[in-house]
């Protein structure tokens, strides 16, 4: 298939700047001048950005506006397969459904949705996303966001049930892991959750025992590398093990998880992936096909 994937894409982080100037004087609201992420900046401090720009989706035209948004940019830079993903749940001008129709509808099928819950969510959120999802196709998956902190009291093995759940209603599973964290809760992913795909995933190679179950397994990982270098586990691109990844048999692909709040777009995070040392024609090629054959479809 020609054209790029972009499988790793998060509606609230990736509006476009002339948006979020247009939403907030509309809601009276200054945008912040730190709005953005910085090199090192780390998790918590990144997913505190988010806090401003959901405010400026709270209702339904405001989400669809700017799915669609996404969708147009993407296509406009060449790429061909497309999903883009939030947590609806924090959106409170509407009902769930209300919201996640909305978003479909400014996709207009030019990408699938995957809805999010966090990590520290009770699992029933997740039944109640999972409700959501039964009943429109165009919703294509369920994931696992965020990060780990020791005050949550549930962690990766009490969504194992709504995770299964989600598999037999045909919805594909992705789980952000290994963000910088320890190499087994890329394995807790795929041994309890039954992910398919990664989010991030930079610490695989820590690990040969998790190394061999993501390739056995087929698992690809989602690689955000302008990301990692802002939440501060690795310090440049150049130092992203992605070639590395590709070079021992991983399947993974490029993503730019947030376009605004990193200031990437999908075609950028590609051109910086192959530049990064090692990186090969043949490998970019392949991180390429193996985006594209990863994508959630259902039925």
Known sequence: M??????????????????VRDLAAGLGLAVPAD?????GMGLEAALSRFAFTLSLLQEPAAVRRVASEIAEDAAA?????????FAPQFHRGASMGAIVDAALDGLSGHAGLLLCGLYGDPPSLFDDLID???ARPGVVGLDLAGGPLP????GIPDYAEVFARARRLGLGCTVHAGEGRPAAEIAA??????????GHGTTLLDDERVLDLVRERGVT????PTSNVHTSVIGSVAEHPLPKWLAAGVKACVNPDNTLLSAVSAAEEWRRAAEIPGMTPDLLA?????????AFRRG
């Not at 990982?221 to 955000?224: G, M, R, S």
């Open 77 to 85: 830079e060449g790429v061909t397969t497309l999903e883009v993903r």
């Open 189 to 198: 992913a795929i041994e309890r959750l039954g992910a398919q795909r990664i």
């Open 132 to 134: 959501v999802a039964a």
């Open 286 to 294: 392949a991180a390429a096909g193996f985006g594209h054959a990863a």
């Open 2 to 19: 020609n054209g790029l994937p972009d499988l790793h894409h998060h509606l609230d982080g990736s509006l476009r700047p002339s948006t």
């Open 151 to 154: 005050t949550h009291r549930y």
């Open 35 to 39: 709005l953005a992420f910085t090199a």
């Open 221 to 224: 990982i989602e690689a955000c």
